[in-house]
């Protein structure tokens, strides 16, 4: 199974500022990697796939980057609807596993 | 307007059974992989069975032997079947649809409650 290791479990940035997320693969998953984001009491929505490619909707201040085992999303200014917990999700091997998660809280 | 609405969650005893369902609208479910994707309280993220679109089902090693994915392609629903039920199956249970590009999840559905306790 494939271990996804998310770095900082808490991350608290003002609004403005940029957020850097980071998401560690045990073994290389090439470019097959979603990002989610989650709030309090809801479902996870997808941001990224493909490690790059924003979903439907999501604003370009969401982007994402790396490939093999080292993984960014990053916000490039903050808004106030941005916190959070996101999730990082690699699709490369079975089972399907998530990192635990960074939560993103507003300074 | 593609959506997804569980039912089916509630309070069980362990070694209970429950059947969570998941209807879908807006797409067709045969159509695509269909997964459950549980959430213990205050945890992360964890996967827990997909059937795919030929009907192929898999599941998570900490649930395989006690729960079963189904799908009923004329009422367009997604089914989890839980038996033996353990105090660690105590979760939010979302189900997710797997577009035809990627194995990750483009759509969820709003989660249902089960929680395992005497």
């Known amino acids: 199974e494939i271990v996804m290791t998310q770095s900082p479990a808490t991350l608290s940035v003002s609004p403005g500022e940029r957020a850097t997320l980071s998401c560690r693969a045990s073994q290389s998953i090439s470019s097959n990697l979603a990002w989610y984001q989650q709030k309090p009491g809801q479902a996870p929505r997808l941001l990224i796939y493909?490690?790059?490619t924003r979903a439907t909707g999501i604003p370009a201040r969401f982007s994402g980057s790396g490939s093999g085992t080292e993984f960014t999303l990053t916000i490039s200014s903050l808004q106030s609807e941005d916190f959070g917990v996101y999730y990082c999700q690699q699709y490369n091997n079975w089972p399907r596993t998530f990192g635990q998660g960074t939560k993103v809280e507003i300074k | 307007e593609v959506q997804l609405v569980e039912t089916g969650g509630g309070l069980i005893q362990p070694g209970g059974s429950l059947r969570l369902s998941c209807a879908a609208s807006g797409f067709t479910v045969s159509n695509n992989y269909m997964s459950w994707v549980r959430q213990a309280p205050g945890k992360g993220l964890e996967w827990v069975s997909v059937?795919?679109?030929?009907?192929?089902?898999y599941c998570a090693d900490s649930v395989k032997g006690r729960f079963t994915i189904s799908r009923d392609n004329s009422k367009n629903t997604l089914y989890l079947q839980m038996n033996s039920l353990r105090a660690e199956d105590t979760a939010v249970y979302y189900c997710a649809r797997e577009p035809s590009e990627g194995n990750y999840f483009d759509y969820w559905g709003q989660g249902t409650l089960v929680t395992v306790s005497s």
């Open positions: 059937v795919y679109s030929g009907g192929s089902t």
């Open positions: 493909g490690a790059s």
